[in-house]
Nanobody, 115 residues
């Protein structure tokens, strides 16, 4: 059964950067379209970035130009480079498939942007 393990979150000042990682085990990672999602308290989980199995990327307007999603199929890992972070980016970040049936959600990684 596929499993997701996210890491790389933390506390960062506005304008700072973080790189999130998500290792996908127990699945044929390379065929999946993958996405990074986030959920702030009191809000619904939203998709912020996705990357297809072929490498095509898409971004929510709120993060376009600041976040970059990438993948390493040899390592079964998807990354999210986050630059120019804002307090509004504070949330728990999760990875999962961007299409089809979701894998069981992981624990996520907390990102807090605050001075």
């Amino acid at each position: 059964q596929a499993q997701l393990v996210e890491s790389g979150g933390g506390l960062v000042q506005p304008g700072g950067s973080l790189i999130l990682s998500c290792v996908v085990s127990g699945s044929i990672f390379r065929v999946y379209d993958m996405g990074w999602y986030r959920q702030a308290p009191g809000t619904q989980r939203e998709l912020v970035a996705s990357i297809s199995s072929g490498g095509t990327t898409n971004y929510a307007d709120s993060v376009k130009g600041r976040f970059t999603i990438s993948r390493d199929n040899a390592k079964n890992t998807v990354y999210l480079q986050m630059n120019s972070l804002k307090p509004g980016d504070t949330a728990v970040y999760y990875c999962n498939k961007a299409s089809g049936v979701y894998i069981a959600w992981g624990q996520g990684t907390q990102v807090t942007v605050s001075s």
